[in-house]
């Protein structure tokens, strides 16, 4: 269960910017905090890694988001899992036992 | 979840907004030390510092660890490089080391398969193999390297074996940069730094896409225009990128046509006599190639000469060889003219594999120079690069074919003697003919012996040749069948390259080990080890050392210094020999330390000073060069060669180019004639082709694609093509297709208005795809001066499949 923070860059344009911190503010799993100028500060709270990775790129493509930059990210399910296309071939060539 | 799970979640999350909301106010106070003071209950996680593992913008990371793991990566407030920021790379960065199929024995080949070995056996195959004939034994490396790690494989192999066949992956990357800065300034590296972007009014990229490769920079310009600052963003390219949605201007050129540019560039600012007369008269000189085995030293033309040879590039001919409108070099010639305003370039990959690399990286410069766009905080002609220790490793320590640590050459008697003296070596030891470079290093150990081929092993450490190599299928594969042929491969994953090694060594990364990085601002930047490695795995620099005392313990003289000492000799605060080469005992002193301050004596050579390694454990990094001050502070410097800041310029000067080629201060502005590109589109291949990277992914993608996050986020490669290009040939989004180059032939998916947009007649590929690898269709030409291999133009055809 991923714990991440976010400096989320909102765009000059104040209606767009307004929608946008309204949809995050929306989604349970996102907590808001800070809001200076353009800056705005959110901790993603999520339940594993995908859904933390479909969180960043959902706020990526939010009208009125600029830009994301990561802060912080505590791993609390390490990885267990490896892309299934990755290196087949290696593992059919395999290391002598 | 138990209470105190909770608690802690609790916590983290806490801990999680008080970082963000001290980036958002940029209260550079805050640090995530506080996590130490926690109760136990709370956090068991201890934090140190680091620099991210991957790109050469060297973003400062804390690193969380807990039983043995890192689990937990966060931005370093204190770090100027990142203000705590990070990107989503350098937000996964502790991932990286546990993909499931991490490298954790030594492996020799024994027909299709590997055979484990211990680690004795594995330095018994490599000395055998280097005994044999250590003439035809070579090492390829890396910008990955640590700075200790390359500086012991440069010492194995120069000051050791006398043994110049030792070059980078870098050559692939920076090359032309370097070859730029030393024909322009007599030196290596940017005189500016990040601060550049801070105070720049103007931002012109060339042929660079920052958003996506070196985001956290970039964050740095948006985040001053979303304050409601002026900063005039122009991106120069070949396709549209991330980048240039932030762009005010977009000027798409064809491939080349940044050199047209340039010269057009410095053709207006003479027409006009808006050139700054003041400047160039006290700081500059002219210089243009020989006409015969032309080299970076040149010879020199006069102000008149050059204004008659650069007559020709009016706007009107360079929109008819660039394709960019005439009016718009008049607009880049009219904000060069005006000194009111600070102008920052950046360029990467786009200007330095190319052909006419060094051609276009001293145009550049020599824009910069003949406006006055120099020197003034935010007025900086600026390379990136690609790899974390690019500058620190390979530009530094000089692990190139022809040169030696500190800015010196083999090809120089004197240089020789410098480092046979603070290397303790009998005079003589080192060899005056440069190496082969990349290119040729692989093509001789590509090429079958009784065909004259000249290198017969290669040590591969810290990088991926089998992957980003150009024309694969020539300097890379051809080595399948040749049984005299020996691949070595240090690694972390199995790759491209471990696929045809012979011996395989398990590597560890990052913070497994001790490290020292320098980054693109000349920036040296040090971590401790943090965390074991997986199974067997053991340091690079401890893989060398083991193998220079096994040569040794054979008798080879070259690994005894000029009193008969071990090369590697590493001593006690007793003053006795401690055992390095031995695993049980390399971390028994700090191994780093010893050669860091080693190397010390030989970045003095060329003002790139460097502190004691203990002024980088404090710090999160320095830039060179770093002077100690009468009271006894170590003071690092910002902008080299201008009077108010480089502790090396005379006082009272503005600016002295103190390293100058021709010894009077001053720097080159020089003229190249434009030349096409040596491969365009034909009937037969229709297609410019170039190649690059992806946010998602760094390099090869050996460490990001075993990230799930990344990988499911960008999972494999494609190619980019124009909406119209598809229609015209009945192709369509999603669709699998090939692309056929005079070279090879490779099959991926069409991605149609994706990320990247090229235009007509143009497709991108990138190359972080290990299935789908575009270097089998790249072309191998290369600079004639840096010898970097262009791979982001060659001509291709696609070709739909099933039809």
Not at chain 2, 494 to 514: F, G, H, R, Y
Not at chain 2, 664 to 692: C, K
Not at chain 2, 756 to 774: A, N, R
Request: with cysteine.
């Amino acid at each position: 269960m991923p714990i991440s923070s976010l400096v989320i860059t909102l765009t000059d344009d104040q209606a767009l910017a307004d929608s946008a911190c309204e949809s995050l503010g929306a989604r349970p799993e996102i907590e808001l905090g800070r809001h200076v100028a353009n800056r705005l500060a959110a901790v993603v709270d999520s339940a594993d890694s995908e859904a933390d990775r479909e969180t960043w790129q959902w706020i990526n493509a939010l009208p009125g988001v600029a830009h994301v930059d990561v802060v912080f990210v505590h791993f609390d399910d390490p990885p267990r899992e490896e892309s299934p296309e990755l290196h087949a071939e290696h593992r059919a060539g395999g290391v002598a036992p | 979840m138990t209470r105190v799970e909770a608690d802690r979640r609790t916590f983290m999350k806490s801990a999680a907004m008080a970082a963000a909301s001290a980036a958002v106010v940029r209260d550079r106070t805050f640090a995530l030390q506080v996590l130490d003071d926690a109760p136990a209950e709370q956090s068991g996680v201890r934090w140190a510092k680091a620099p991210c593992r991957f790109c050469g913008t060297g973003c400062h990371v804390q690193v969380g660890v807990e039983n043995g793991r890192v689990v937990a990566i966060a931005g370093d407030q204190a770090a100027d490089v990142n203000k705590g920021l990070l990107c989503v790379k350098g937000y996964h960065v502790g991932l990286a080391l546990y993909g499931e199929d991490r490298l954790t024995r030594p492996l020799l080949r024994s027909g299709d398969r590997f055979v484990p070995i211990t680690w004795d056996q594995a330095i018994d195959v490599i000395a055998d193999r280097v005994g044999m004939a250590p003439e035809r034994f070579a090492i390829y490396g890396s910008g990955q390297w640590t700075i200790p790690e390359g500086y012991a494989a440069q010492k194995l192999m120069k000051g050791g074996l006398g043994n110049n066949h030792i070059d980078p992956n870098a050559r692939l990357c920076m090359a032309s940069a370097v070859t730029g800065f030393i024909a322009t300034y007599g030196v290596d590296e940017p005189a500016g730094c990040y601060q550049d972007l801070d105070e720049c009014d103007v931002l012109i990229m060339w042929g660079n896409n920052p958003a996506e490769m070196h985001p956290v920079l970039f964050s740095r310009v948006i985040d001053r225009r979303s304050q409601g600052e002026e900063v005039l963003l122009i991106d120069i390219s070949t396709r549209r990128t991330r980048t240039t949605e932030h762009c005010q201007e977009y000027l798409e050129m064809k491939p080349h046509g940044d050199v047209a540019i340039a010269l057009g560039i410095c053709q207006q600012l003479i027409e006009r006599g808006e050139y700054d007369e003041s400047f160039v008269g006290r700081h500059c000189s002219f210089r243009a190639p020989q006409a015969e085995n032309p080299t970076l030293l040149g010879e020199p033309i006069t102000f008149d000469e050059f204004k008659s040879r650069i007559a020709k590039y009016t706007p009107e001919h360079v929109s008819e060889l660039a394709g960019i409108p005439a009016d718009s070099v008049r607009r880049l010639a009219s904000l060069f003219a005006d000194r009111s305003l600070r102008i920052t370039s950046l360029w990467c990959m786009g200007m330095n594999q190319h052909t006419m690399g060094t051609a276009i990286n001293t145009l550049v410069h020599g824009v910069h120079l003949l406006s006055g766009h120099f020197g003034r905080p935010g007025d900086a002609p600026t390379s990136l690069t690609g790899q974390p220790s690019a500058c620190g490793t390979v530009r530094e320590v000089g692990t190139l074919a022809h040169a030696l640590p500190g800015g010196r050459v083999v090809a120089n008697a004197e240089h020789r003697r410098q480092c046979e003296e603070i290397w303790g070596l009998p005079e003589g030891r080192i060899n005056p003919k440069p190496g082969f470079h990349t290119v040729s290093m692989w093509e001789q150990f590509c090429t079958p012996a009784s065909a004259g081929g000249e290198i017969d092993t290669i040590w591969v450490q810290v990088t991926n040749p089998g992957q980003t190599l150009p024309n694969l299928p020539k300097l890379f594969d051809a080595k399948k069948g040749l049984e005299e042929k020996f691949l070595i491969v240090s690694e972390v994953y199995p790759t491209a390259t471990t696929q045809l090694a012979d011996l395989i060594l398990p590597s560890a990364m990052w913070v497994e080990k001790n490290g020292v990085f320098g980054n693109s601002e000349r920036r040296t930047q040090q971590w401790f080890k943090m965390v074991d490695p997986p199974g067997d795995a053991r340091d690079d620099c401890w893989q060398t050392i083991a193998v220079a005392h096994r040569l040794m313990e054979r008798g080879h003289e070259g690994m005894r210094d000029a009193n008969g000492r071990f090369l590697f000799r590493v001593e006690d605060d007793a003053g006795q020999e401690v055992p390095i080469w031995e695993w049980d005992h390399y971390y028994d002193v700090n191994v780093d330390r010893a050669l860091f301050e080693e190397y010390r004596a030989f970045t003095r050579l060329k003002h790139k000073n460097l502190a004691p390694y203990d002024e980088y454990v404090r710090s999160r990094g320095m830039r060179w060069p770093v002077v100690e001050q009468p009271e006894g502070v170590w003071r690092e410097t910002r902008f080299r060669f201008a009077g108010f800041d480089d502790p090396f310029v005379p006082e009272g000067e503005d600016f002295d180019f103190y390293h100058s080629t021709t010894g009077d201060g001053r720097a080159q502005i020089w003229f190249h004639e434009y030349t096409p590109p040596p491969e365009v589109p034909d009937d037969d291949y229709p297609f410019w082709l170039s190649t690059g990277r992806v946010l998602e992914h760094w390099h090869t993608g050996t460490m990001t694609r075993r990230i799930p996050q990344l990988s499911r986020a960008m999972p494999s490669a494609y190619v980019e093509m124009h909406r119209a290009d598809a229609e015209a040939l009945d192709i369509h989004d999603g669709e699998t297709i090939a692309i056929e180059s005079r070279r090879g032939r490779l099959e991926l998916p069409v991605w149609i208005g994706g990320r990247g947009m090229p235009p007509m007649g143009t497709i991108f590929v990138p190359f972080f795809d290990e299935s789908k690898l575009v270097n089998l269709v790249t072309l191998d030409a290369h600079d004639p001066f840096s010898k970097q291999p262009d791979f982001k133009k060659c001509a291709a055809r696609v070709v739909k499949m099933g039809g």
